[in-house]
């Protein structure tokens, strides 16, 4: 790993001044809790000269808006999410992703931020000797050799699978993210944060190099909405998702769904809503059947590579167990 | 200096009656728990010497290469680096991912020095074909990558047994026939300690001290005194505390040669520990292998003829499989054929691992069992005791059918089925094992303090070896385990056998109690004059000696001592009447599937084991409990990946390279078979890691009628045996 400055900026002017206004292997990041960005770097991927810290910007609060509505700050741990009882009561879906992260040492110290803007888990990312598209190289060395984990969706020229867990759940819950940078605040949903490779190889995210993630609003949920996130981890004491699925539900008196919204992770170079799996469920009568259809509908556009054929099982499978939890 | 007690034994020492035992036979908490819990404990990794210097190698990342140019100059230019040595040359090749890949060697004054440098040496090369797969390596024109002198093919040579159309006239008149091909991956052995050594050298010809993570203290001063350029009793290997071996820390290897190197060139310690990256590139690994297994029944269930074909994959070593029929019996053995061959890829050579080559053939064995009671209707544990000759496999399996509530469960002799995608099932498997005993010697010297020291060179690979080195002397001398010092680890003390094939125990524990028995015999001398009774018709307890059968002429175990003028010594050597190395075992896994996402959930497991006496049993069921979750780890998630197209190892990082965590640990029931009484002690390590996986692929076929016939039983495989590849 580069020798590198830690910048510890007291405002949130000053840390967008540490910044670049373009991205090269070698400019400042943004440091958080530091569990992705310092393993990109011992992994040689990128060599930052400079990392600025978030820790001083005061960004770790949870405001409630008074209608049930939620802001949460960039550098709220993991952990936090986890345990926070409010929120539990509020997002159910919110804890159990968060619940579902890593271990207790890194949940403790990887923060929202942090979680929404890691980098891919692709092993070929990740392996020091290897260049790839997303390291500014030719090749998906993925698409034809193993890519048991990579995307079943949305792949090309890349096919790395988008591994944070909140950013699936929040997109379902339909929140949005601030964003600061040297014009200003703006304010992005969290279904256009996301681009795929086709759009940007260097970047998973709209965010430009010299912008912060400084907090997410989530709405207040409609009244009567059920919500779950359930996560696939082929080890289940620590993983990434092999699949996960964020549902949420609105039924009425007679348990027929009046709205739906699924999201999928662990599938897709980003988080992979499927309108067509809400459609399958409205009008229906929560049961196996309208489960069912749901799971058929969500994998119908999938496109898998050699290896992982598997994940269209698994997120029928895994649609159905999802809603199934919420009858 | 003390001097041996030289005078004849009275009488030969034996284990005794388990009814009279006080220390042994019992849960005896390890005495190195609280400084391993605490993490006072220092292990190899954690030695610091003044002066100490950090190594690291530099592993090329694909199998096969010829190399260009490896440039140290801006290497060795770096901050801290004091030595730098290339191990390849200008058009050398690099001919498998294993020791041959490694290219240099660095040390400097601080690790992240050293890595830094390693980062910095620029090594041209062309990349060759990877030749990691069996595909690969049988290819038409395939590159040879196999070690064998004058070696045309990646092909070793197939090793025959039995008359093929014996065996295929019997399957031919079977009632049942079942025939599989079972995938096995490559295992690492994932120590926790990472092979290495700290090497700290000397002048002239004093002694150099190594600290060696080590399945061998007393056999790594020979495999270093080459390198050391010093007779092997000038050089101290010191073991205090080792984080597991499993098989693959039997020699120095090169990452030891090259401390000694380092040591001897700088003149400073050296500190040289694989990074788990390389540890998973260069220390070794179980072989995977392939079978096409064909096994027949007659109508009664009983197997009449076999077949099997197989190929070993060891990379550049050979790989270990046991011939068939594994443990079980075939009615007519002339009906058993068997064919298997290695079959060589440029990757890391396997090396010894607990069981070597076991729970390979359990697997496909035991799935040929399951599914010939199921084409037969037969209850799972029925068909096994039919076929299995020994009384011990049929009690022991009995039991953890009964442990797992296998009366009551309704698959007995079909596989069940799903009900709203979800399923639960058993499944069994048995193993054998004979851990051997050899010379091993141990002193164990009483002072006129009271303070008693037990002393062998042997290592405790976490075992918990070192517990009964202290604990057989305490039975012995009616002492309680904390009055006697162990002290293990070290190559100066009385030679130890090399800790492999679960012969540790079977070797140390008879020595221990040899050298224990004639301290007590020296003492009983010194008491003749005094409580006037002769040597051994003493009865030595709770910190007393009396007379047997009259209490009265009795002293404390500190006034014993005082009558010592000097350290008795007594000197203990292996006794091959105190070990019997023949032992059995049986296991039950009970597992629940959803067969609607793929996932495997293992309940419960349970552990039947057979060892003679044992000496401690909470170290004995610690140590089955470690073979179970060792074997659910192995059959859920273990599975070494290679990039075909290159050659890259990407699973040499725990991340992707995945063993079990908590979560994925069952309800775990380790039954030591107290029927086994017989009077002796031996290892029993290999056994209880030899069916677990077996168990489990048969529980999930018996859930819900999947026979995963490859390993680990992860999601994609459980979706693709139940629905089909996409």
């Not at chain 2, 070794?284 to 007659?298: E, F, H, P, W």
């Not at chain 2, 060589?344 to 599914?371: I, L």
């Amino acid at each position: 790993m580069k020798d590198f400055d830690l910048k510890l900026p007291e405002n949130l002017d000053a840390a967008i001044g540490e910044l670049p206004a373009e991205y090269t292997r070698e400019g400042a990041q943004v440091l958080a809790g530091g569990q992705d960005i310092v393993t990109v770097m011992k992994d040689d991927i990128e060599q930052p000269a400079a990392l600025v810290s978030l820790q001083r910007l005061g960004l770790d609060g949870i405001q409630w808006d008074g209608d049930g509505g939620v802001t949460l700050g960039a550098t709220v741990t993991v952990q936090t999410l986890a345990d926070d009882a409010d929120l539990e009561r509020a997002f159910p879906a919110l804890r159990e992703a968060a619940r579902s992260i890593g271990s207790p040492q890194i949940r403790s110290q990887a923060t929202l931020g942090g979680n929404l803007n890691q980098r891919p888990r692709c092993p070929y990312y990740r392996h020091p000797s290897v260049s790839c598209f997303k390291k500014g190289g030719s090749v998906c060395l993925a698409e034809f050799g193993f890519n048991k984990y990579a995307a079943i969706f949305g792949g090309g020229p890349s096919y790395f699978s988008h591994p944070s867990d909140l950013a699936t759940v929040l997109l379902m819950l339909g929140a949005t993210a601030s964003v600061s940078g040297p014009d200003g605040e703006r304010q992005v949903p969290l279904a256009e944060l996301y681009v795929l490779p086709e759009e940007s190889l260097e970047t998973e995210t709209v965010l430009r190099p010299d912008e912060i993630l400084t907090s997410v609003t989530i709405p207040a949920p409609p009244a009567e909405t059920r919500s779950s996130y359930l996560k696939f981890k082929e080890r289940a004491s620590y993983d990434f998702a092999l699949a996960a699925v964020a549902v949420s539900v609105v039924l009425d008196g007679s348990g027929v769904v009046t709205d739906a919204r699924v999201v999928l992770g662990g599938v897709a170079p980003k988080p992979w809503e499927v309108p067509a799996a809400a459609r399958a469920l409205t009008g229906k009568s929560m049961g196996p059947e309208a489960w069912t259809a749901a799971g058929a509908a969500a994998v119908a556009d999938a496109d898998p590579l050699e290896h992982n054929g598997y994940k269209v099982h698994l997120v029928k499978g895994l649609v159905f167990r999802a809603l199934e939890s919420l009858a | 200096m003390s001097r041996p007690t030289s005078r004849p034994a009275a009488s030969d020492p034996s284990w005794g009656e388990r009814s009279d035992l006080d220390v042994l036979n019992r849960d005896i908490p390890r005495v190195d728990g609280p400084v391993k819990a605490t993490g006072e404990a220092v292990y190899t990794h954690d030695v610091r010497l003044p002066d100490m210097l950090w190594a690291r190698v530099l592993v090329h990342p694909v199998p096969r290469a010829e190399i260009e140019s490896i440039d140290l100059e801006a290497a060795s230019e770096m901050p801290g680096v004091v030595h730098i040595e290339a191990l390849k040359e200008p058009g050398d090749t690099v001919r498998y991912l294993g020791d041959d890949a490694v290219l240099a060697v660095v040390a400097a004054e601080t690790p992240d020095q050293a890595a830094d440098a390693l980062g910095a040496i620029v090594v041209q090369a062309k990349r060759l074909a990877p030749v990691v797969t069996p595909e690969q390596a049988l290819e038409e024109g395939a590159p040879v990558v196999s070690r064998r002198r004058k070696a045309d093919s990646n092909v070793g040579r197939a090793n025959e047994r039995g008359d093929e159309a014996v065996a295929d006239a019997a399957l031919a008149g079977a009632v049942a026939v079942v025939e599989r091909t079972f995938e096995i991956p490559i295992q690492h052995h994932v120590c926790l300690e990472t092979h290495g050594h700290v090497v700290q050298p000397a002048p002239d010809n004093d002694q150099v001290t190594v600290y060696a993570s080590t399945q061998s203290v007393s056999g790594t001063p020979r495999g270093l005194a080459r390198t050391l350029g010093r007779d092997a009793s000038k050089i101290r290997v010191l073991t205090p505390h080792m984080g597991g071996g499993f098989g693959s820390k039997f020699g120095p290897g090169l990452e030891g040669a090259l401390a000694a190197r380092v040591a001897n060139v700088t003149g400073r310690p050296v500190h040289l520990m694989l990074t788990r990256a390389d540890e998973f590139a260069i220390a070794g690994n179980r072989s995977g292998s392939r079978q096409n297994l064909k096994v027949g029944a007659d109508s009664d269930g009983r197997l009449v003829g076999l077949k099997l074909e197989a190929d070993k994959l060891g990379g550049v070593s050979g790989g270990s499989l046991p011939g068939p029929p594994y443990i079980y019996t075939v009615t007519d053995g002339a009906a058993v054929f068997s064919k298997i061959r290695s079959v060589h890829t440029a990757t890391d050579g396997s090396r010894a691992m607990r069981a070597p080559g076991h729970p390979q053939a359990s697997f496909a064995m035991e799935a040929a069992v399951d599914e010939l009671a199921y084409l037969l209707g037969m209850d799972l544990v029925d068909i096994r005791i039919r076929n299995l000759e020994s009384a011990v496999h049929h009690r022991q399996l009995r039991r953890v059918a009964e442990e797992i509530g296998w009366a009551d469960h309704p698959n007995r002799d079909r596989p069940g089925a799903a009900v709203n995608g979800r399923a639960v099932g058993i499944g069994f498997g048995v193993s054998v094992w004979g851990p051997g005993g050899r010379s091993s010697r141990c002193d164990v010297t009483v002072r006129p303090d009271g303070s008693v020291v037990s002393a062998t060179a042997t290592q405790d690979l976490g075992t918990g070896a070192r517990t009964y080195v202290a604990a057989i002397v305490a039975e012995e001398l009616g002492l309680t385990v904390d009055m006697v010092e162990a002290r293990i680890g070290d190559s100066d003390l009385p030679p130890s056998v090399t800790s492999g094939g679960s012969v540790t125990t079977g070797s140390s524990a008879p020595a221990i109690k040899d050298a224990a028995h004639k301290a007590r015999e020296g003492l009983e001398a010194l008491l003749t004059d005094v409580l006037e009774a002769p040597v051994g018709s003493y009865v030595w307890k709770d910190g007393r000696v009396s007379v047997r059968g009259d209490a009265s002429r009795s002293l404390p175990w500190i006034a014993v001592c005082a009558l010592l003028r000097e350290p008795l010594l007594a000197q203990g050597e292996f006794r091959d009447f105190l070990h019997e190395g023949r032992i059995h075992g049986a296991q039950a896994a009970k597992v629940e599937v959803d067969t609607l996402t793929g996932r495997v959930k293992v309940l419960k497991m349970v552990t039947c084991q057979d060892q003679g006496l044992p000496l401690n049993r909470l170290a004995l069921r610690s140590q089955i409990n470690g073979g179970m979750v060792q074997a659910l780890s192995y059959g859920l998630l273990e599975q070494r990946v290679f990039d075909e197209q290159d050659g890259f190892l990407l699973s040499d990082n725990l991340d992707l390279y995945k063993i079990a965590g908590s979560q994925e640990i069952p309800e775990m029931v380790a039954l030591i078979d107290d029927e086994d009484e017989r009077p002796s002690v031996c290892g029993m390590a290999e056994a209880p890691v030899i069916p677990g996986h077996s168990a489990i692929a048969g529980a999930i076929h018996n859930a819900c009628g999947a026979r995963l016939t490859r390993m680990p039983f992860t999601a994609d495989n459980v979706l693709e045996t139940l629905y089909g590849k996409i």
